[in-house]
């Protein structure tokens, strides 16, 4: 039998089923990676926003982290909503300890319809203990400018925090992306040597729940199946734009992205790398 790549989330929930560890594990079932997931804090939300939140308790997210690692040791981990200080130590502690080679760090922090997701003092945590470690970063525009304390208002604006973030942070690489931005959806990935530019059309949709999720997603599971980064990150644009193209149109709100009803070929000639 062949070696399924196996993937691990750590992340909150969404029981609408469009963000967290419900799109991860989604996204990874459709790339084609084994899923896993460690749960951080439920959440109460859909299209509609966020309710509330709870945090569980550190020791039974490390016990989750455990769980996972003494038995299917995962190929690379994404993290998503890691709400606290404490909960981001322990991730960058555990993964220390599992030696985890390919990790995407989502540096979720305020929820696409503008809930807190995290307290003010974890992002100082995140530059500290996660950046290190991260295989590729890969915030929005208020997250990019939240974690180097800069306002971006250009496209060198983005690459400045792009080159920040791995020159001064330590990441390997940083992929800040244009969702927030105008004109096309252009994301750009510095790996501390050159900038590749992921570009497409932008689509006149507020369908986006979960796109940050989903994108982030589709670059772990590359990552598990031994894609370079830009292979993967090229994956990820397309896969997010087809979802972002197409949308389901369901709930009251900000509706999901679409994982399904396209052909990968279809939606090649959107993208421009
Ligand atoms: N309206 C849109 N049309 C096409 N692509 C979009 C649109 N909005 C966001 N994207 C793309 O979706 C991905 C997620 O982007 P972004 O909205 O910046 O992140 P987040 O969901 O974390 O806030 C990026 O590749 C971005 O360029
Ligand atoms: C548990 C959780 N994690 C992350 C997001 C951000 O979602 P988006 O991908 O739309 O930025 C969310 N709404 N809920």
Redesign the pocket.
């Known amino acids: 039998m062949t070696e399924i790549a196996k993937a691990l989330t750590v992340a909150g929930t969404d029981p609408s089923g469009g963000a967290g560890i419900q799109a991860d594990l989604k996204t990874f079932q459709e790339i084609g990676a084994y899923g896993m997931s460690v749960i951080t804090s439920v959440v109460s939300q859909n299209t509609l926003g966020v309710k509330s939140f709870v945090d569980l308790e550190l020791d039974f997210v490390e016990s989750q982290f455990d769980a996972v690692f003494e038995d299917i040791p995962p190929d690379a981990v994404k993290s998503g909503m890691l709400s606290n200080p404490e909960v981001m130590a322990l991730a960058a502690k555990k993964m220390k300890e599992a030696n985890v080679a390919n990790y995407v760090l989502d540096p979720v922090m305020i929820a696409?319809s503008g809930h807190a997701l995290i307290s003010e003092t974890a992002r100082e945590t995140i530059a500290r203990e996660l950046l290190p470690l991260a295989t590729v970063v890969t915030p929005?525009?208020p997250e990019a400018e939240a974690l180097t304390n800069r306002t971006i208002k250009t496209v060198d604006d983005m690459k400045e925090a792009g080159r920040i973030l791995v020159e001064e942070y330590g990441t390997s690489a940083a992929l800040i992306?244009?969702?927030?931005y105008e004109g096309e959806?252009?994301?750009y990935l510095y790996d501390g040597q050159t900038f590749e530019k992921f570009s497409?059309?932008?689509?006149d949709?507020k369908h986006?729940h979960g796109?940050?999720c989903t994108?982030a997603a589709v670059i772990t599971a590359g990552l598990a199946n031994g894609k370079s980064l830009y292979e993967a990150v090229k994956d990820g644009?397309t896969y997010?734009?087809a979802a972002?193209s197409n949308p389901l149109n369901i709930g009251k709100g900000q509706g999901p992205t679409n994982h399904w009803g396209h052909r990968w070929s279809d939606v090649q000639p959107l993208i421009r790398v």
């Open positions: 696409s929005n525009l992306k244009g969702g927030h959806a252009d994301d497409a059309e932008r689509f949709t986006t796109s940050g994108y644009k997010i734009t972002i």
